[in-house]
């Protein structure tokens, strides 16, 4: 299984505010795809984002962008204009694409202050 | 969207009884599903792979034969731990896949926690 590694177990952002979360990633495939999902306190696992590798554009959903650096082997989430509902576990997980299977990090907490 | 639901979402059990949690798609036929198992602030485990009418790939380390896996249908996969003791109390979550094309995504159930007395 390819190696998913978040070296931030957690991070704090004032409200309003921008926090970047980092990722990096094992693989010698070239084509693979990777998500970040959000776990909130509700435990439930929401997909927050998803790149495909082949693509070079970065993807965006409204105030969550993502930074991937393919040779980099980087994959790191923006969280603009952060809101107290963005308080969460967040996770980076990679997916090969002959294999539905994920490779999880190991997250990142990120708490809102007000 | 696609909507996975779990049932039961937490369960308490005595050491040395069976459990079953069964994991549904609500809005799609699932071809692929998937175990995790959660503890407190860490990552997802992935126990293993069940496929629509075959049996589970697990992932190495996990007891095949304590926590049975059966996929019965499109919609419904079960995981049911068998003789629980105390320190398989976990939180435990299922995904699902539509398994339509390459930029097919894992929906999550809830979850289900269990503890075992």
């Known amino acids: 299984a390819q190696t998913v590694t978040q070296s931030q177990p957690e991070m704090s952002v004032q409200e309003a505010e921008t926090v970047t979360l980092s990722c990096t990633y094992d693989?010698?495939?070239?084509?693979?795809?990777l998500f970040w999902y959000k776990q909130p306190p509700s435990r439930q696992m929401i997909l927050v984002i998803r790149?495909?590798?082949?693509?070079?554009q970065n993807a965006t959903e409204n105030r969550f962008s993502v930074n991937f650096q393919k040779a980099a082997k980087s994959f790191s989430l923006k969280i603009s204009d952060s809101q107290l509902g963005d308080a969460a576990m967040y996770f980076c997980?990679?997916?090969?694409?002959?294999?539905?299977?994920?490779?999880f990090g190991a997250g990142t907490t990120v708490t809102v202050r007000a | 969207g696609a909507v996975v639901s779990q049932h039961p979402s937490w369960v308490i059990c005595k050491s040395g009884t069976s459990v079953k949690i069964e994991c549904r798609s609500l809005?799609?036929?699932?071809?692929?599903m998937f175990w995790y198992r959660q503890f407190p602030k860490q990552s997802l485990m992935l126990m293993a792979t069940?496929?629509?009418?075959?049996?589970?790939?697990?992932e190495q380390g996990v007891e095949k034969d304590k926590f049975l896996i059966n996929h019965a249908s499109l919609t419904l996969s079960t995981l049911t731990v068998t003789s629980a003791h105390p320190e398989d109390s976990s939180f435990y979550i299922c995904?699902?896949?539509?398994?339509?094309?390459?930029?097919?995504?894992?929906?999550f159930g809830p979850g289900t926690r269990l503890t075992v007395l």
């Open positions: 995904s699902a896949t539509a398994g339509r094309g390459e930029a097919d995504t894992q929906y």
């Open positions: 693989t010698s495939e070239s084509d693979y795809y």
């Open positions: 790149q495909e590798a082949y693509k070079q």
């Open positions: 997980a990679y997916r090969s694409h002959n294999d539905y299977k994920l490779s």
């Open positions: 809005d799609f036929q699932a071809t692929t």
């Open positions: 069940s496929n629509e009418g075959s049996k589970a790939t697990y």
